[in-house]
């Protein structure tokens, strides 16, 4: 991950320095998805199983197998109605949403099963990117995997201008043969980018696969980070257009296209270990938008969390992932996919708290923070990097270092999922009272 002092390490998808862009999220233009605005009545989404081919068949919420956009303004109700047409239960879960209501708990959580409804409702409390799935417990992961999640765009109250708006949403889908999984940019198996040279593009980017890294490359490209996992951070540029997503993670990046008319930038996605997909972006004919360089970025209007903490009084603690026989694995001493009964944890709200997480395996793992982003804290010191997380990439045989404010009551998941593997993910829970 690169840090203010250290940021133009280059990225490539090989074990060793995928580790160095973990965490960081920003993302190339993308096909322009279907979008759902809200409105007072609730948007229907439908969980289905479609056949697009012989040996094809993801699960979406969308009878064309495009991922919902869904928007909504910062403290604005969104109601959501999900009809469940499966021949198995499903549920919805927010990843990455501060709710208003933080008694009330994370809602649509509860399955809904096959052929069955619910209304859902959800009050975002940040402008920025959640990414909405099947809950992390049960039969979500597979759905997940299967395709079956969609984006939520929390409109911040003044847009960048001189910037034009593009999502990728980024999945992967397995054909019924058993071949390898297939990455999709918005629903679909290719990547085809338009731009007209010197045009800004405002990047909203959500990695929708639950146990994948995947690096993006746009080579000789500007790409300058403005937010990750739906909080704005001090703007930064992407050095060589490289940057590394972890499941679940969303980023926005404002790109300056570089390029003469009629030219044809190159675009790569890499799975660590896995598929990749080359596209382009192609620049259009037109004359360019401008010729001088626009001023240097402002920052995103922050959201209403403690920008800075107070490490005196901190509850520090350690939760370590453990190898297990099977290929199984433990995330502070349980190998149980089911929350346990009692909390890993309890803390006083307003309290900070620093965690180590020791990954004391050979692969990497996914540790997921819901409800209270959190600031990477530096290896050598209690120094944190320019950006607020709820994701972190742990590599093997490392520790990650990472705190938060509890600023919400409640009681809160932790999930940890290995990269690359199919074993559901460990939950722990904390609570904070």
Wanted: glycine fraction near 8%.
């Amino acid at each position: 991950m690169p840090s203010p002092s250290a940021r133009r390490a280059p990225v490539n998808p090989d074990r060793r320095r995928f580790a160095s862009g973990l965490a960081l999220a920003a993302a190339a233009a993308a096909l322009e998805p279907r979008r759902a605005f809200a409105q007072p009545q609730p948007v229907l989404m439908t969980a289905q199983r479609l056949e697009l081919s012989p040996d094809t068949s993801p699960l979406a919420y969308d009878a064309g197998g495009i991922p919902p956009v869904l928007r909504v303004r910062r403290g604005e109700r969104l109601a959501i109605r999900l009809a469940n047409d499966l021949a198995e239960a499903t549920s919805l879960h927010w990843h990455g949403l501060r709710p208003q209501d933080a008694a009330a708990g994370l809602p649509g959580l509860a399955p809904v099963a096959p052929g069955a409804t619910a209304d859902i409702a959800v009050t975002p409390r940040d402008a920025g990117i959640v990414l909405f799935h099947p809950g992390l417990v049960g039969t979500g992961p597979r759905q997940m995997r299967d395709g079956l999640a969609g984006i939520l765009i929390v409109d911040h109250a003044a847009a960048p201008a001189d910037a034009r708006e593009v999502v990728l949403h980024l999945a992967e889908t397995a054909p019924r043969s058993g071949a390898q999984p297939r990455i999709l940019v918005n629903g679909r198996p290719e990547m085809a980018l338009r731009a007209r040279a010197g045009e800004r593009l405002w990047l909203r980017l959500a990695n929708a696969t639950p146990h994948r890294l995947v690096q993006f490359a746009a080579p000789d490209q500007t790409l300058t980070l403005v937010a990750l996992d739906g909080q704005p951070c001090e703007p930064f540029r992407l050095d060589g257009g490289r940057i590394v997503l972890g499941p679940g993670q969303r980023a926005e990046a404002m790109w300056d296209v570089t390029g003469q008319p009629g030219a044809s930038v190159p675009v790569n996605l890499a799975q660590l270990g896995g598929a990749s997909l080359t596209g382009s972006l192609a620049i259009a004919d037109d004359a360019a938008v401008r010729t001088e360089p626009l001023p240097p970025l402002e920052p995103l209007a922050a959201s209403p969390l403690a920008q800075t903490l107070d490490f005196r009084r901190a509850q520090r603690l350690d939760l370590a992932i453990q190898g297990a026989p099977g290929g199984e694995f433990l995330f502070g001493g349980r190998a149980d996919a089911a929350p346990a009964a009692t909390p890993a944890f309890r803390v006083r709200r307003g309290s900070v708290v620093m965690v180590a997480l020791k990954n004391e395996t050979d692969r990497f793992h996914a540790v997921h923070w819901h409800g209270h982003p959190a600031r990477l804290l530096d290896n050598m010191d209690d120094g944190w990097k320019p950006f607020f997380i709820d994701t972190v990439i742990c590599p093997p045989r490392s520790t990650s270092r990472i705190a938060f404010l509890a600023e919400m009551a409640g009681r809160w998941p932790v999930t940890c999922q290995t990269i690359n593997a199919d074993p559901a993910p460990r939950v722990l829970w904390f609570e904070v009272s």
